[in-house]
Structure formats: C-alpha cells, structure tokens
C-alpha cells in the first residue's frame, strides 16, 4: 500500500523562529504533493501544490515567502513556516499521489499540528 | 470553479442506526467526487471514490455514496453505524483523479450507545 510520512506530528516553536515539516512517501514516488492547512473544528484548505524539481503553486491568498515549499525528490516535499507567529498556529497536513493503488491516488499524511507561542 | 456544501455539520445517532451525510457539489466542468474520513488529530483516510460508471459506490467499513448530476448531490449512508464511526467526515471534488483536491466544510458524525 501506500504511505505518507509526516514529521514532525507534533512541534512547538517560540513566535520569530521558523519550522520545517517534512513530507515523505515511503514506498512509492510522488511527483506531485499538495499541503493543506486546517483550523480546529474546519475543513482542510489546499496552501499550495508541490511538484519534484520545479517551483509550487501557491493558491490564492497563500504567502508564498512566509509558507516556503521545497520538492527536491520523488519522496520528499518539505513546509517552512517562516517567521512563526500565533496566527499560524494550526494542523498541517500533505497528501502525495501514487502507490500501488494507481498513480492517480492521493494519500494522506497523518499530520503536523503547529503550536506557535 | 469548483465547491463542495456539506448541508449538515454535526449529525448525532444512535449505534445500529442508518446515517446519512449530505454532500451537494458545484462545478461547470465533470468532476470526481470523493468521502474521506478523519479521526482525531490524524490525517484523511479515503472511505470511497466515484470516477465514472455506477452512480453507486461501495466503500469501506460499510459506507456506501451515490452520486446524482441532476441534483449535483453526493450522499454518504450507511445502514447500521458502530461507536467507532464517530469521526468527522468529508466530501471533496477534483478535476482528476490525483489532483487538488477541494474539501466541503466536514460533518462530524457522532454515534451514542
């Protein structure tokens, strides 16, 4: 099957520092990832696309400086959250397409939850 | 553009009972339509899929969706629900099959003894 490896699950930064989170599919190449953000209690809102070896796309509204996004292999999508402040505070979450269950399919991530203080 | 409603955001029932988790969509363009269910602090979990051909999709743990064009509608049911279906549910739209995905608002689905 396949399987998406998120690290940290859990982490907590002083508010000015700035935090990697890691996106890993274990058994299978992903060209593609996306990350997605979510508050308590709300759905998950798509940040941006990350494709192996060329520059994410950002969705609107999404600081491209403040939420930086590096694909620099088949298996590794990172997040830096740049700067933290409370605001940023919230669960993050990726997803990679591929796997034994077809190219085409997304699979998730277990998570980072962000405490900014 | 493409959007996802989920009519209800919190839906009790009692254990053994049928549930049904409305899910409308809004696109100009044919979509794929997608249930995902997430447990507490975890990532989604994908319960079923519908791509094309029978407009009713099997799932697993039981779950079942049928997907309607006319009424732009993708509901998720299930006949007999256990405690440990409590978890929050969503409905999610994409262009294709592995592309962004576009969650509703999610329903958290809670069954009591």
């Known amino acids: 099957g396949a399987v998406v490896s998120q690290h940290p699950s859990w982490v907590i930064c002083k508010s000015g520092t700035s935090v990697k989170i890691e996106c890993r599919s274990l058994?299978?190449?992903?060209?593609?990832m996306f990350w997605y953000r979510q508050f308590p209690k709300q759905s998950l809102m798509l940040m941006a696309t990350s494709n192996e070896g060329s520059k994410a796309t950002y969705e609107q509204g999404v600081e491209k400086d403040k939420f930086l996004i590096n694909h620099a292999s088949l298996t590794l999508s990172t997040l830096t959250v740049t700067s933290a402040h409370p605001e940023d505070s919230s669960f993050y979450i990726c997803?990679?397409?591929?796997?034994?269950?077809?190219?085409?399919?997304?699979?998730f991530g277990a998570g980072s939850r962000l405490t900014v203080l | 553009a493409q959007s996802v409603t989920q009519l209800d955001s919190q839906v009790p029932v009692f254990e053994e009972a049928p549930v049904e988790l409305r899910c409308n969509y809004s696109?100009?363009?044919?979509?794929?339509l997608f249930w995902y269910v997430q447990y507490p602090n975890q990532g989604l979990q994908l319960l079923l899929k519908y791509l094309s051909g029978s407009t009713l999709v099997k799932g697993i743990n039981g779950f079942e969706a049928e997907f309607n064009k006319s009424q732009t509608s993708f509901h998720l049911r299930k006949p007999s629900v256990h405690i440990s279906d409590t978890a929050e549910y969503f409905c999610a739209v994409s262009r294709r099959e592995g592309g962004k995905l576009i969650f509703g608002q999610g329903t958290e689905l809670s069954v009591k003894p």
């Open positions: 997803s990679a397409a591929g796997g034994s269950s077809g190219a085409n399919v997304l699979t």
């Open positions: 696109s100009s363009v044919s979509v794929y």
């Open positions: 058994d299978f190449q992903a060209t593609t």
